[in-house]
């Protein structure tokens, strides 16, 4: 079974993080872009038999669950990735923009692979690529820093550029990024695909064959196919 610990980056209270008013009027917050995303890859991932999740924010929005607090969560769990969904900004800086990945300055060579391999995805399937700055960084992140397995902070656009803006505030955004993310995870964790379903439907059971017998023949007559079976 493959863990995956999936952080939505803050919660709805947390100040400043959310668009630029002059470029969304509702200031939409950061917990909630981040929250949709995350939201739409645990829909995806719920498809897909070995892989198992554990989203360490509050996923109600109202609590301010500490960095802290969510990396204990996933190092206590045993979690095999961490993915930390963020959306980035730069203090009005509106020019450029695009998707940056993060992982730790002295990571494990899988927290690269897996920051490259998110990355890719996510300009392939948005188009979102990073101009404003270094796309595959490196840096001291808490998050990607303490955690004790493989982890990753995308940053999924700015919440101050002119060209982001209305793309990250699209459902359309969301459910691409939220796929980009599920293909790699998928791929890289080895999950496959839930069966599905087969509905049989039932008409009695008996404990003597000959009423049995009975119940098919009725069937028969009726234009049902039917078998008997033993319990
Ligand atoms: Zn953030």
């Not at 498809?47 to 989203?55: A, K, M, N, S, V």
Request: net charge neutral; proline share 3%; with cysteine.
């Amino acid at each position: 079974m493959f863990k995956l610990a999936i952080s939505a980056g803050h919660y709805l209270g947390t100040p400043g993080k959310r668009c630029d008013k002059s470029l969304d009027p509702n200031e939409t917050r950061e917990w909630v872009l981040n929250d949709r995303v995350a939201d739409k890859l645990e829909k995806m991932l719920a498809e897909y038999d070995g892989i198992e999740i554990l989203r360490v924010d509050d996923t109600t929005g109202k609590k301010n669950v500490t960095l802290d607090e969510r990396v204990i969560a996933a190092n206590k769990w045993g979690a095999d990735f961490y993915l930390s969904i963020h959306h980035n900004a730069a203090n009005k800086v509106f020019h450029g923009g695009g998707i940056v990945a993060y992982a730790y300055t002295s990571a494990r060579p899988t927290s690269y692979e897996w920051q490259s391999a998110l990355y890719a995805s996510a300009i392939k399937h948005t188009g979102l690529k990073g101009n404003r700055a270094n796309p595959l960084a490196r840096a001291n992140l808490f998050e990607v820093r303490e955690t004790k397995m493989p982890a990753v902070l995308m940053e999924c656009g700015f919440m101050d550029s002119t060209a982001d803006v209305p793309i990250i505030l699209s459902e359309e955004f969301a459910d691409d990024l939220a796929k980009a993310f599920a293909e790699v995870i998928i791929e890289r964790s080895g999950a496959t695909k839930k069966k599905e379903p087969i509905y049989k439907v039932q008409v009695g059971s008996f404990s003597k064959e000959v009423y049995a017998e009975e119940m098919l023949k009725k069937l028969k007559v009726a234009g049902f196919e039917g078998y008997i079976t033993t319990l």
